[in-house]
């Protein structure tokens, strides 16, 4: 199941207060959705846990979670990666702390990691971030594929569209390098090493070494007990 974790972490506007200081609020708005279904996961490096589920009314859902209900899986983490999904292909995932609110802006009800805003909790905004970053990519590069399989057989367009396209994956590179530096205790930093797109990591344990121990070394410091960062050190 550690390969759940794996590839989920390869693959959100005004702040809200909660009632209970002990408890997380997720709320969600998106047009074009209305009774369809949404469910909340908590992610853990064993895989995801259903939490719970909602239905879209007026283009609103929201989910609630209490501390204690988050114990009951993760007892010792002080913050907690949370997957939304109306599908198994269709999902996005967030971050935050209990006592914190989060509030997602969705666009596409049928690809709803693309496209969103997040507010609120600090780490979600980083993950919103990481996403709408990932998502430009995506587009660039989708429009290099368009171009090279029109083109495929014209040998001096091939050559530069690979050209351009290993340009985008090193300045991807370079960005998520950048991303945790600068954020170093932030568990978003988490998603952001082992970012993934179609099946091509930007980021390696070994070849971004310095990064990698800086990530570990940071977040050890400061949540000793998560089982993220118990991960983290599995792969040194």
Known sequence: MRKVFFCLLCVSILFFSCKNN??????????????????LSVLGTDGLTMLDSAIVKNGRFEFHVRKKQKDEFFPSEERAFFNLSFSEDNSMTTLAGFGEGVELMLTNPDRIVRGY???????????????????????????????YRICQDNDS???????QYNELVEEHHQY??????????????VIAFYRVYNHHRFLDEHADADIF??????????????QYVEYLKNRQ
């Open 213 to 226: 121990q800086l990530l570990v070394d940071s977040l050890s410091a400061k949540y000793p007990q998560s």
């Open 117 to 147: 805003k997040a507010t609120g909790a600090a780490d979600a905004v980083l993950m919103s971030q990481l996403d709408s970053s990932l998502s430009v990519f995506a587009c660039r590069t989708d429009t290099l594929l368009y171009i």
């Open 22 to 39: 002990n408890d997380i609020r997720i709320r969600g708005m998106i047009d074009g959705a209305n009774g369809r279904m949404v469910h």
């Open 176 to 189: 998520l390098r950048a991303f945790i530096r600068q954020h170093p205790q932030s568990l978003s930093s």
């Open 157 to 163: 367009i091939r050559v530069d569209i690979e050209s």
